[in-house]
């Protein structure tokens, strides 16, 4: 594989439109292979919620019907079963360049901090930290209580990069648009991919 490999993990907190300019942006990436998604069930409660996508009645594997992409662009995401805890990315054997899970929960969070594998999002960041791998988090939650700073604590000084959904102001934002683009590309560059005609402060 000449390009990256990487997994985006959708939990279920608010902010589904960072997943979804997310993997638009990948999935057009010259860095970028293959894009694999994985999505808590609460996960696809806040994309029905946020974003109008209802699993129920769209199939979220066919990636053109919920994400401004070609059919080519969307032939490089791949969903899996978040309850596969059997799939490539369960294991370390598995080349990965980096996961990034965007939004994320607090309960997502948690159980990274603490080791509980219990899903497929949770289990490719538990081997991401033990393979050394690029980890990113875009939790969501405020006010933060001090369980939740602990968690994030620990995550970071694991070296979990953790990426706040906190746009900044300095480049005169003008719509909702520029605001989520502003973090998508901090996840973006913390994953280690370029981010072409992006933010730079001059
Ligand atoms: C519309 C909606 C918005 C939510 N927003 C958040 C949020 O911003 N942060 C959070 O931690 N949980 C949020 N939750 C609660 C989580 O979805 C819930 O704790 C769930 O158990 C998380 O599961 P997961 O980590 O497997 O995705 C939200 C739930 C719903 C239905």
């Known amino acids: 594989m000449s390009g990256k ?24 990436s010259t860095e970028v292979e293959e894009i ?3 999505i808590s069930d609460a996960g696809r409660r806040v994309l029905a919620e946020e974003l109008g996508v209802a699993s129920e009645q769209q199939d979220l594997s066919d990636f053109a019907s919920w994400l401004d992409l070609s059919p080519e662009a969307a ?3 791949r969903l899996l079963d978040v309850h596969d805890v059997g799939a ?4 370390g054997t598995f080349p990965l360049d980096a996961v990034a899970i ?9 159980a990274v901090a603490h080791g509980l594998a219990d899903n497929l999002i949770a289990r490719a960041a538990d081997v991401a930290i033990k393979e050394g791998r690029r980890l990113v988090f875009c939790p969501r939650e405020t006010p933060l209580s001090a369980i939740h700073l602990e968690n994030m604590t620990r ?10 959904p906190s746009p900044a102001f300095y480049h005169h934002p003008k719509s909702v648009e ?3 683009r502003f973090v998508v590309q901090k996840i973006v560059e913390q994953m280690g991919i370029g981010f072409p005609g992006g933010v730079r402060w001059q």
């Open 5 to 28: 490999r990487i997994l985006v993990g959708i939990a279920g907190a608010s902010g589904a439109i960072y997943a979804q300019r997310l993997l638009e942006f990948l999935a057009t």
């Open 36 to 38: 694999l998604v994985t």
């Open 75 to 77: 032939s490089r995401l």
């Open 88 to 91: 490539g990315p369960a294991s």
């Open 102 to 110: 965007v939004p994320c929960s607090m309960r997502t969070l948690a």
């Open 155 to 164: 995550l970071a000084r694991l070296g979990a990069r953790i990426v706040a």
């Open 178 to 180: 520029d605001l989520v």
